[in-house]
């Protein structure tokens, strides 16, 4: 068994840092990095059961001087290992044991590797699971990703759909984004504010206690004055205070879903510290500190409205939210760095969150609530007023005034997050707003490349400086690619149109499994096919090549667009609704729901072959009622059958 010891950033920074050692009490190979400020005392193990017959933790011994891991040195005809720990080496863990099998035998060797907070502690732990039944521990595991991810089971036309949705995707949103918070192109273990306040939504279904608990830990992250850290690291605190505009939004919107979909206002009323820190300079875009907590709390009602609060004086000469140095794009981070540059997309994501906010703050805070609603009027009004670009709405303006996104722009013509959201936002007048997403599918929507890009053309020659965005060549990553998260808002935004079968197209489109299908396929997507990536390049000679997998938010949107969106399945506090929104083709579907103790056995007929619009339910035999967003079935502990026709 072989690992090569980081325990900081990078191998460079400190490797020359690290010391090893063998535990005497279980003879396991320890390494810690002395130095190390963010997780000072922490010791790392490996151990093979115990039953290792020799080790080094020199690496350059290991693998031979310009060697690698195709063919260490040390495992050449009678080279031993060895045996090097201690201070000065190029740090790992290589440990060896000799296995000798009759024909036929088998034999099972464990590698063991882990981080504990002491020696003492990673002794401890050695010992436990050298003692325990490794396959009832195995067995443990697997019953819990299974009792998670069986929340909900489905059997659709479209045998690709269903395996991403019955596991893959939750498991990328829980695994790599909630949990890790790391993968291969990202491994700091941050959070980001506005990312895990996504991720939180697509678990509301089956773990709403989760994203209770972020949401207090996010709001948890918030200042006085209304903003947040953009990101924070978990174990310090440290993080960045920027002035990115949709932080303070997303809070609102989030637990206003919330709130929804778990039937639990009480935790509104949840009281939390604010952080104290400095503000911003003027002309000062962020700053990266620790701050401390401040002496005021308040009610997660509380740190949601000052987020909206603060959101609403930040309005622009056009009546539009201002940019302030990115909004959902970071990377446009100098369209409006001056202050004055206005965001579309913003616009339409406030007037959705007031419109979800404001009803639980008739009772808190009437004179908000209706200081909100007008301000949403207005906010309406200039989008109406101002963005609409005659078959599109633009996406921003730059600080001096010239639009982005418009059909006048040399580059970035068109953003699909102005469209779908004008949609998503249920506040566009229906018919630019189906025009819209008929520009996006004309003009975004590359199925020959299974495409959805993010914008067109991309940032290259234009004079104008939108931030580091145009640091990426055109096509890649939000220069222009495909970026999947957005690319799920279209998806959603067809589905709410009643469009089921563009939803569903798309979906397929966006689906990883349909990028792999053939060696062909798969030699140009060059990354894995069951999790969703965050962008695909756009451009030749690589056109159609995954770039940043696991580590995205577009998973949980994914899980969302296909369960709530085009399926119709979600949850409110006790009840099941259903209301599918389905391509005309397809005959129907099936779904098992297991949730609150209560199973639900879904088959959905669709003889009509228009896709939506529930023309009769029976439950249990018995007919159920039919209202405008579907059947209603109580989780009421018990087993059910549900039969929708279409």
């Known amino acids: 068994a072989y690992a090569q010891w980081i325990l900081g950033t990078a191998n460079g920074n400190a490797g020359?840092?690290?010391?090893?050692?063998?535990?005497?009490?279980?003879?396991?190979?320890?390494?810690?990095?002395?130095?190390?400020?963010?997780?000072?005392?922490?010791?790392?193990?490996?151990?093979?059961?115990?039953?290792?017959?020799?080790?080094?933790?020199?690496?350059?011994?290991?693998?031979?001087?310009?060697?690698?891991?195709?063919?260490?040195?040390?495992?050449a005809p009678r080279q031993p290992l060895s045996g090097a720990t201690g201070a000065g080496l190029d740090p790992c863990a290589a440990l060896q044991r000799v296995v000798e099998l009759a024909p036929g035998q088998s034999a099972e060797v464990v590698f063991f590797l882990g981080q504990c907070e002491s020696a003492e502690t990673a002794s401890a732990l050695v010992r436990r699971y050298r003692d325990v039944d490794l396959d009832a521990v195995l067995a443990e595991v697997t019953g819990h990703w299974k009792d998670l991810l069986a929340s909900v089971q489905v059997r659709t036309p479209d045998r690709a759909m269903d395996i991403l949705l019955n596991g893959w995707l939750l498991y990328q949103v829980m695994a790599c984004r909630i949990r890790a918070r790391s993968a291969f192109y990202q491994s700091s273990g941050a959070y980001g504010f506005r990312d895990q306040m996504q991720d939180g939504m697509a678990l509301t279904f089956a773990r709403p206690e989760g994203t209770r608990a972020h949401l207090l830990r996010a709001a948890g992250r918030q200042f006085p004055e209304g903003d947040v850290q953009h990101w924070w690291l978990p174990h310090s605190g440290q993080g960045v205070r920027t002035r990115i505009s949709d932080d303070r939004v997303w809070l609102a919107y989030a637990t206003a879903t919330y709130v929804a979909a778990a039937q639990d206002p009480a935790v509104l009323d949840e009281v939390v510290p604010f952080l104290d820190g400095p503000p911003l300079l003027p002309g000062e875009h962020d700053a990266f500190f620790q701050p401390m907590q401040a002496d005021v709390s308040a009610t997660l009602f509380e740190h949601c409205a000052r987020g909206l609060d603060q959101c609403l004086e930040l309005t622009g000469a056009h009546g539009l939210p201002l940019m302030g140095t990115g909004d959902w794009n970071d990377g446009m981070n100098r369209v409006a760095q001056g202050g004055q540059g206005e965001s579309v997309w913003l616009g339409w994501l406030l007037v959705r969150t007031i419109a979800l906010f404001a009803p639980l703050a008739d009772a808190r805070d009437p004179a908000r609530a209706g200081r909100w609603r007008d301000h949403a009027q207005a906010v309406r009004g200039a989008l109406e007023r101002e963005a609409w670009d005659g078959a599109w709405y633009r996406r921003a303006t730059y600080d001096d005034g010239t639009w982005l996104g418009s059909k006048d722009s040399e580059e970035c013509a068109i953003d699909s997050i102005a469209q779908s959201w004008a949609v998503l936002s249920?506040?566009?007048?229906?018919?630019?707003?189906?025009?819209?997403?008929?520009?996006?599918?004309?003009?975004?929507?590359?199925?020959?490349?299974?495409?959805?890009?993010?914008?067109?053309?991309p940032f290259d020659q234009t004079p104008r400086d939108p931030g580091y965005i145009k640091g990426y060549p055109p096509g890649l990553r939000e220069n222009g690619g495909q970026y999947s998260h957005a690319a799920m808002w279209a998806v959603l935004a067809f589905a709410k149109l009643g469009e089921g079968g563009k939803a569903a197209e798309l979906f397929a489109l966006l689906n990883p499994i349909n990028h792999a299908r053939t060696p062909e396929e798969a030699a140009r997507y060059k990354v894995e096919p069951y999790v969703v990536a965050a962008d695909v390049y756009s451009v030749a000679p690589h056109a159609g090549r995954g770039g940043w997998t696991w580590y995205t938010g577009a998973a949980g949107w994914m899980h969302r667009a296909g369960m709530e969106g085009i399926l119709g399945i979600r949850r409110e506090g006790g009840w099941l609704l259903v209301d599918?929104?389905?391509?005309?083709?397809?005959?129907?579907?099936?779904?098992?729901?297991?949730?609150?103790?209560?199973?639900?056995?879904?088959?959905v007929d669709a003889p009509s072959q228009r896709g939506r619009g529930i023309t009769g339910a029976?439950?249990?035999?018995?007919?159920?009622?039919v209202s405008g967003d579907g059947v209603r079935v109580a989780l009421d502990g018990a087993a059910h059958t549900l039969h929708i026709t279409l």
Do not use: Y
């Not at 566009?428 to 053309?457: G, I, K, N, W, Y």
């Open 16 to 75: 020359a840092f690290i010391v090893s050692s063998i535990d005497a009490a279980t003879g396991a190979l320890l390494a810690r990095n002395p130095w190390s400020t963010a997780f000072p005392g922490r010791v790392a193990f490996a151990d093979l059961g115990g039953a290792q017959t020799a080790h080094t933790a020199d690496r350059t011994a290991f693998l031979g001087r310009g060697g690698s891991t195709a063919a260490p040195a040390a495992l």
């Open 426 to 457: 249920e506040a566009a007048d229906p018919q630019r707003a189906a025009t819209a997403m008929a520009s996006l599918q004309q003009h975004l929507v590359r199925r020959e490349e299974q495409l959805l890009l993010l914008f067109t053309p």
């Open 580 to 603: 599918p929104c389905i391509p005309a083709q397809w005959p129907g579907f099936e779904a098992t729901v297991n949730l609150a103790g209560t199973k639900v056995a879904i088959r």
């Open 618 to 625: 029976l439950l249990d035999g018995a007919a159920l009622p």
